[in-house]
């Protein structure tokens, strides 16, 4: 009896023991800035900004993407052409005519999630009125220009565009372009965490990584990374900077760039007296703070345009959140940059037809 007691009492001393071990050494890891599991490692997955939405592609780049084993880019129109996260409005990509428009923005610029986009929409416009010239989606839901820019660089310029259009602002705010480090998507860093974080043993994982480091200073089971330096940009410079990097790098390789400055349905708009829409409050302070700011970027770059209030002579243009449209608001919209880019095609045709 007496050793059995014995044994048990050594037992929970050493349990006790071991508990208070790996307190300790989760306390001085956090206290140097190492955050670790405590006592046990549970096996960790990447739920990702985008959960319970439609992207499942990574992108080193760009954080994630469209993919082709998506349904929603399955289920694209035959007319249409999949190419590497570009909805292409020809039926194949020997189809493409010049001049190219590459359109960029976030979900409300997206080709795949709703079935309509309006790029989808000014393709339609350019084939009744007989125009010539492709259009060439790259939108992606959540993507901020800091991604746009990323993606025109890398993968835009290989439809060489004629014209590369932004549509964007909504998402330059906090949520998808958070400082210090705008560049980096939240998915991004998650995922990036989440990796580094697998490298930790399965048991007593701040323990043995505190013992570890004593005697290694180096722990080469430890992943690490970097997401650069951080920025000095609030997220109006961060706008007014990658809208200006887009224009540079357009007009470097021969295309026109023309940016708009989104609507939404609580900026100075009758549509925010519409009790069917509906937006969180953080949501509208941060959009509306960003566009307070970058409101007046028309005045200063005549290649930027306001395009705020293009859709306040319209009913029902809007979808429930304020955010994103229905397909009469996206026919305004691409009607609006249809107008704005007309000259321009015209322009561009008569330059590749002397060629």
């Known amino acids: 009896m007496n050793i059995k007691k014995s044994t048990i009492i050594v037992t929970l001393n050493t349990i006790v023991l071991i508990f208070l071990i790996e307190t300790i050494s989760y306390a001085i890891l956090n206290y140097k800035g190492v955050e670790t599991p405590f006592f046990i490692n549970k096996k960790t997955t990447v739920e990702g900004a985008r959960a319970g939405e439609k992207y499942r592609t990574l992108d080193p780049h760009l954080g994630y993407a469209h993919g082709e084993n998506e349904s929603y880019v399955k289920n694209l129109s035959p007319e249409y052409t999949w190419i590497s996260g570009f909805v292409v409005y020809e039926k194949s990509l020997s ?65 060489q565009p004629d014209i590369v259009i932004s549509y964007s602002g909504i998402n330059d705010r906090g949520k998808y372009s958070q400082l210090p480090y705008p560049m980096v998507s ?36 430890q992943l690490y990374y970097t997401f650069g330096m951080k920025s000095k940009f609030g997220h109006s410079e961060q706008y007014k900077r990658n809208i200006q990097l887009m224009y540079a790098v357009a007009k470097a390789n021969g295309a026109e760039f023309v940016a708009f400055i989104q ?93």
Do not use: C, M
């Open 186 to 221: 939240k998915y991004q860093k998650e995922l990036f965490e989440t990796l580094a974080k697998k490298s930790y043993p399965k048991f007593l994982p701040s323990s043995i990584t505190l013992f570890k480091s004593l005697f290694d200073k180096e722990d080469k089971s």
């Open 263 to 355: 609507p939404f349905a609580f900026f100075e708009s009758v549509h925010s007296n519409d009790k069917r829409i509906e937006k969180g409050e953080e949501y509208k302070h941060d959009v509306l703070s960003l566009y307070k700011e970058i409101i007046s970027l028309p005045k200063h770059l005549n290649y930027v345009h306001d395009a705020t209030q293009i859709l306040e002579d319209h009913k029902d243009v809007y979808k429930d959140d304020g955010v994103h449209l229905r397909l009469a608001g996206d026919k305004v919209v691409a009607q609006y940059i249809y107008s704005n880019i007309e000259d321009v095609i015209s322009e561009k045709s008569i330059r590749l037809k002397a060629q």
């Open 95 to 159: 189809e493409i005519n010049h001049p190219v428009i590459l359109t960029l923005g976030g979900s409300t610029t997206d080709g795949v999630n709703y079935g309509y986009s309006w790029p989808e929409e000014l393709s339609k416009i350019l084939k009744e009125k007989g125009r010539p010239g492709s259009v060439v989606n790259g939108g992606t839901g959540g993507y901020s220009t800091n991604q746009e820019l990323l993606k025109l660089i890398r993968d835009g310029l290989e439809f």
